[in-house]
C-alpha cells in the first residue's frame, strides 16, 4: 500500500498535465517545470524516501512520517513525466520536423509529413489534363535536354516534387481554414487562397514535367489523410501561438528555402527548365511574403509570442528532398533538382532571415501583401 502511495498522489496532477497537452496549451506556469528544478526535487525526494525507510526500520511509530516523505517521491516523478510531456507538447507545437521538404508548405500530423503516393496510372489528369500546365517550355525540348540515363532519376524526382506541392494543397486549405478560424483579415485569408490554387499549378506542373521527360503520365494516388493535420487549439492564444509558429517554419522557413533553392538552380540548369524555375521561384516568393504577413497578425494580436517563435526558428530539422542517389549528390541540378548541401544552405539562409526579422520586429503588422 505504502508502496502505491507515492504513484497515486502523483496522478492528478499528471493527468491534468496531460489535458493541458491535449489541449495545445502549456498550462500555468506553475507546471512549468525548469530542468534545474526538476533535478533539485530528484535529489532532495530520494534522499527523503532514504530517510524515510530508515525511521521506518529503526521504529514503527514513525511509519507516518515514512508515508509522507515516501509521497515525495511523487514530485520528481511527476516532475520528469511532466517535463517529458512538456518537450513533446513544445515539439509539436513549435512543429519539428522529421523531413523538411524543399518544395511547397509541408502537411504534417504531429510532425509527420503527410502526402500522397504515386499512382500506377500512366494516364493521369494531373500531367496532361491541363494543357497549359508547362506554359511556354515544349516538353520534347525538356526531355531532349536530359541524357537518357539520367531520365528515369529526373523523373523520379520532378514527381517527389509534384507529390510535396500535391500535399501544400491540402496544407493551405487548412491554413485558410484556421485564419477564418482566429478572426484574421481578409487580406489574410484571400492571399492563402491564391497560394492554394497555386500549390494546384505546381503540382501539375511538376507532374508534367516528369512526364515530358519519361513519357508516363502518372500522377498521385488517393490522398485521404489530406483531411488530416495538426487540429487547431480553442484557446485562442494556443491557436494564435500554433499558426504563427506554422507560418514561420512551414513559409519563412520551408518555402523561403525553396525561394533560395529555385533560384540558384535556375542558374544551374539547362534552358528548357529556367521559365518553369523562375515561376516557381516567383510563386513561392510570394507564400514567404504571405506567411510574414500571418506571423505580424499573430504578433499583434499577441507579442509575448515572439519568444516562442524564436525557439521555433530554431528547432532541429532534417533535410530529405532528394529521393535519388544522383539527386543527393548533386549531379542533377541542371534539370531542376537540388543536392542536399544545397538544401542545407538554403535553409540556413532563410532561418537567419528569419531571426533577423524577429530580432528586429521588421514584421509589418498590416497584414499588407
Known amino acids: 500500500m505504502m508502496a502505491v502511495a507515492p ?64 509521497a515525495l517521491l511523487a514530485w520528481p516523478l511527476f516532475g520528469v513525466v511532466s517535463l517529458w510531456f512538456h518537450g513533446v507538447a513544445r515539439v509539436l507545437a513549435e512543429l519539428a520536423f522529421g523531413d523538411l521538404s524543399g518544395h511547397g508548405r509541408p502537411l504534417r500530423r504531429r510532425g509527420r509529413l503527410l502526402r500522397a503516393s504515386v499512382a500506377g496510372d500512366t494516364r493521369s489528369l494531373w500531367a496532361v489534363g491541363d494543357a497549359g500546365a508547362l506554359g511556354p517550355v515544349d516538353g520534347a525540348a525538356l526531355r531532349a535536354a536530359v541524357p537518357a540515363e539520367l531520365r528515369d532519376d529526373v523523373a523520379a524526382e520532378w514527381r517527389e516534387t509534384a507529390v510535396k506541392e500535391h500535399a501544400a494543397i491540402a496544407a493551405f486549405a487548412r491554413h485558410a481554414l484556421h485564419l477564418v478560424a482566429i478572426g484574421a483579415p481578409p487580406a489574410l485569408v484571400a492571399s492563402a487562397a ?31 489523410e489530406a483531411t488530416e493535420g495538426d487540429p487547431l487549439p480553442a484557446d485562442r492564444r494556443a491557436a494564435l501561438r500554433q499558426i504563427a509558429c506554422e507560418a514561420l517554419l512551414e513559409g519563412e522557413l520551408a518555402e523561403g528555402a525553396s525561394v533560395r533553392l529555385l ?11 529556367r521559365p518553369l524555375l523562375a515561376r516557381l521561384a516567383r510563386e ?11 506571423v505580424a497578425f499573430c504578433l499583434a494580436e ?68
Open 194 to 224: 491564391e497560394a492554394l490554387q497555386e500549390e494546384i499549378a505546381h503540382a501539375g506542373l511538376a507532374f508534367a514535367v516528369a512526364a515530358a521527360v519519361d513519357g508516363a503520365a502518372r500522377g498521385p494516388g488517393p490522398f485521404p
Open 7 to 70: 504513484f497515486a498522489a502523483m496522478v492528478p496532477g499528471l493527468l491534468l498535465r496531460v489535458a493541458f497537452v491535449a489541449r495545445g496549451v502549456g498550462g500555468p506556469p506553475v507546471l512549468h517545470f525548469a530542468p534545474e528544478l526538476v533535478t533539485a526535487v530528484l535529489v532532495t525526494g530520494t534522499l527523503a524516501v532514504l530517510a524515510g525507510g530508515a525511521l521506518r526500520r529503526e521504529e514503527t511509530a514513525t511509519r507516518p512520517v515514512s508515508v509522507v516523505l515516501g
Open 302 to 369: 499577441a507579442p509575448e509570442l515572439a519568444e516562442d517563435l524564436r525557439r521555433a526558428a530554431l528547432a532541429p530539422v532534417r533535410l530529405r528532398s532528394s529521393v535519388t542517389a544522383a539527386g543527393q549528390a548533386g549531379t542533377l541540378r541542371a534539370y531542376g533538382i537540388q543536392a542536399v548541401s544545397d538544401e542545407e544552405a538554403a535553409f540556413a539562409a532563410a532561418r537567419n532571415a528569419a531571426l533577423a526579422g524577429l530580432a528586429r520586429r521588421e514584421v509589418s503588422v498590416s497584414c499588407t501583401l
Open 284 to 294: 513561392e516568393a510570394k507564400h514567404v511574403r504571405h506567411a510574414r504577413a500571418v
Open 263 to 273: 533560384a540558384r538552380l535556375r542558374g544551374a540548369a539547362a534552358p528548357p527548365f
